[in-house]
Nanobody, 124 residues
């Protein structure tokens, strides 16, 4: 089993920054590609960013490119999402997840383990 726990969400003004963390409970995280998704009220869950297990390959949704950065520290079993220049439309619950296919991609169906989510609210 891989348990994932997100943290770092909160309320921030537009233009501000937040860093989300996703801590994994087991060493299997080290060899897993990971992703961040988000879901706003009344909307479907959408892809935000993904990173390969070694950290050399990343992917981003067009809406966050240039503003968000995904990274990981395998020694700490943790994935991060640095979010800068936040906009009100970034408001959502953010989830981290493990990719079971060994791919850096945006398909939520390829992700098996999910965290409980952390709320990010950006005020205008």
């Amino acid at each position: 089993q891989v348990g994932l726990v997100e943290s770092g969400g909160g309320l921030v003004q537009a233009g501000g920054s937040l860093r989300l963390s996703c801590a994994a409970s087991t060493r299997t995280f080290t060899y897993s590609d990971m992703g961040w998704f988000r879901q706003a009220p009344g909307k479907e869950r959408e892809f935000v960013a993904a990173i390969s297990w070694g950290g050399s390959s990343t992917a981003y949704a067009e809406s966050v490119k240039g503003r968000f950065t995904i990274s990981r520290d395998n020694a700490k079993n943790t994935v991060y999402l640095q979010m800068n220049s936040l906009k009100p439309e970034d408001t959502a619950v953010y989830y981290c997840a493990r990719n079971r296919r060994g791919r850096v991609n945006s398909d939520p169906g390829d992700y098996d383990y999910w965290g409980q989510g952390t709320q990010v609210t950006v005020s205008s």
